[in-house]
């Protein structure tokens, strides 16, 4: 779409709510922003997956739809050891 001068400037995310998206642009401005510490980052991971298995689930089909590895294997690694 990028290549194709989308005339909108708008990419349809047809599989993505607004509000799993909010989160996901959440998860990748924090881990962008430069000094910040391993730590940090550690602490912030566990608190952005504390969240109702509702929004892990559309978390999941957000970042899977997305590509977006690194988000993906947290959450379902999160599932994971709720499941267990």
């Known amino acids: 779409m990028v290549e194709d001068d989308c ?4 990419i349809p995310l047809p599989y993505v709510h607004s509000k799993t998206m ?5 998860y990748w401005k924090k881990h962008s922003e430069e000094g910040v510490s391993k730590d940090m980052l550690m602490d912030f991971d566990k608190a952005f997956v504390k969240v109702l298995h509702l929004i892990l689930y559309d978390l999941i089909l957000a970042a899977n739809f997305l590509n977006d590895k690194e988000i993906l294997d947290m959450i379902c690694q999160e599932v994971a050891d709720r499941i267990k």
């Open 7 to 10: 005339v909108s400037n708008v």
């Open 22 to 26: 909010t989160k996901a642009v959440e």
